[in-house]
């Protein structure tokens, strides 16, 4: 691909719209009986009504089971924070001191490596968040129990 070269408008710079990066929007749904149901079909009907009279491709794939930006700030905010700060290391410190104690493959070989979190899915990455909250309940932290509104109970304390 190209160098990507900017366009100055005022004080702001944009790519040249032929550049820019086009959004490929999700929209999720379930096969019955051969046709497709969208669990938000209006929101479909509404991003498609931009296309009319031109020609489309759609790709259908089989839902992702990859890690969500809340188990990640879960993770970060609830356990390694407040862990973090009972042991004393920063929290790059202890994420790293925790990949290599629960994300270890083949230890003590010559093929012993460290998975990245980023290469765990929904599933693996919520057993390593369960195993860090035994780490920290060792170490005498307590950390919440996960649930869908803890951001909310964090931004009232």
């Not at 070269?5 to 944009?14: A, D, L, N, W, Y």
């Not at 990066?21 to 929209?27: D, N, T």
């Not at 001191?97 to 765990?120: A, C, F, G, M, S």
């Amino acid at each position: 691909m190209g160098k990507r070269t900017k366009v100055q408008r005022g004080h702001s710079q944009i790519y040249p719209r032929r550049m820019r990066r086009m959004y490929h929007p999700k929209f999720l749904g379930t096969v019955k009986d051969g046709k497709v149901v969208f669990n938000r079909r209006s929101i479909f009907n509404g991003y498609i009504q931009q296309f009319e009279g031109r020609e489309i491709q759609i790709t259908i794939s089989k839902k992702s089971n990859n890690i969500t930006n809340n188990q990640l700030s879960y993770l970060f905010a609830c356990v390694y924070q407040p862990l973090a700060a009972s042991v004393g290391y920063s929290i790059e410190e202890l994420d790293g001191v925790l990949k290599k104690k629960h994300l270890t493959i083949n230890p003590d070989t010559n093929r012993e490596y460290v998975k990245n979190k980023t290469d765990l899915n929904r599933a693996e990455l919520s057993d390593y968040i369960d195993m860090c909250r035994v780490s920290a309940a060792k170490c005498g932290v307590i950390t919440p129990e996960p649930d869908k509104s803890w951001k909310e109970k964090q931004n009232k304390v």
